[in-house]
């Protein structure tokens, strides 16, 4: 099972504000600890929404909407996540549950989101057939 530990965004975050040396070294052993038990898929921090550029489809075959950031509403943005596989949800919040305050100052947001699996997804054997194909692709590119 796998599960997404999303770190909500902070109006520090959102304005660039750079963790602390302190919070990154935390945050680094954390990371440590996860790759140590073999449950670490990734984890990234993600640039503030000023970066960002949202796109939105209105309606059905409409051409798609770019609207570039910043975005208004911090606590509805992320800031970073950390990708886990893992045996049970039980497992996956133990794991949420250690780590480090994000922002390192009391106002730190965590959300726990369990990853759909392709089989949950998919029902027809020829698309699982290519989604399987095209996740070997990945792998092999991977390595290249």
């Given at each position: 099972m796998r599960f997404m530990i999303i770190v909500k965004a902070t109006t520090d975050s959102e304005?660039?504000?750079?963790?602390?040396?302190?919070?990154?070294?935390?945050m680094q052993k954390y990371n440590e600890e996860l790759l140590k038990a073999g449950?670490?898929?990734?984890a990234d921090g993600l640039m503030p929404s000023s970066n960002a550029i949202r796109i939105s489809y209105?309606?059905?075959?409409?051409k798609?909407?770019?609207v570039d950031g910043p975005f208004t509403e911090?606590?509805?943005?992320?800031?970073?996540?950390t990708l886990i596989e893992v045996k049970s949800r039980e497992?996956?919040?133990?794991?949420a549950l250690r780590m480090p305050d994000p922002h390192?100052?009391?106002?730190?947001?965590?959300e726990l989101r369990q990853v759909f699996e392709v089989e949950?997804?998919?029902?027809?054997?020829?698309?699982?057939?290519?989604?399987?194909?095209?996740?070997?692709?990945?792998?092999?590119?991977?390595?290249?």
């Open positions: 304005a660039g504000v750079m963790p602390s040396q302190e919070l990154l070294d935390a449950v670490l898929l990734a209105p309606e059905p075959g409409d798609p909407i770019l911090s606590k509805e943005l992320i800031a970073g996540y497992e996956a919040l133990e794991w390192g100052n009391g106002q730190g947001e965590l949950e997804l998919m029902d027809n054997p020829d698309t699982l057939a290519k989604e399987s194909d095209l996740r070997k692709q990945i792998e092999e590119q991977k390595k290249a």
